[in-house]
Nanobody
């Protein structure tokens, strides 16, 4: 079974930094895109940042210049480096990955979500 395990959330003062990590495990052929989403109370889940297997990145306008997404393909891990944190960054952050699995000679796409990690930036 393919799964994503996140770590690194917590409470940080405004202006501070955090690094989130998300490691993939299980049986799969490859990972295409990996990304981070966040969901604040009462709001929808939105994309924060994404990165392809080739290193192409995409960021939400609200985090550009403050957050950096990176991945270690050898470790099947994606990171989110968050700097200059603001109270409005408070949310549950979810890792997402697009896997390619192969079973009985058939290739399939598989999307997996992590369990979420809470980031709190008090005002």
């Amino acid at each position: 079974q393919v799964q994503l395990v996140e770590s690194g959330g917590g409470l940080v003062q405004a202006g501070g930094s955090l690094r989130l990590s998300c490691a993939a495990s299980g049986s799969f052929f490859s990972i295409h895109a990996m990304g981070w989403y966040r969901q604040a109370p009462g709001k929808q889940r939105d994309l924060v940042a994404a990165i392809t297997s080739g290193g192409r990145t995409n960021y939400a306008d609200s985090v550009k210049g403050r957050f950096t997404i990176s991945r270690d393909n050898a470790k099947n891990t994606v990171y989110l480096h968050m700097n200059s944190l603001k109270p409005e960054d408070t949310a549950v952050y979810y890792c997402n990955a697009q896997f390619i699995t192969v079973q009985d000679g058939i290739s399939r796409d598989l999307e997996v979500w992590g369990q979420g990690t809470l980031v709190t930036v008090p005002s």
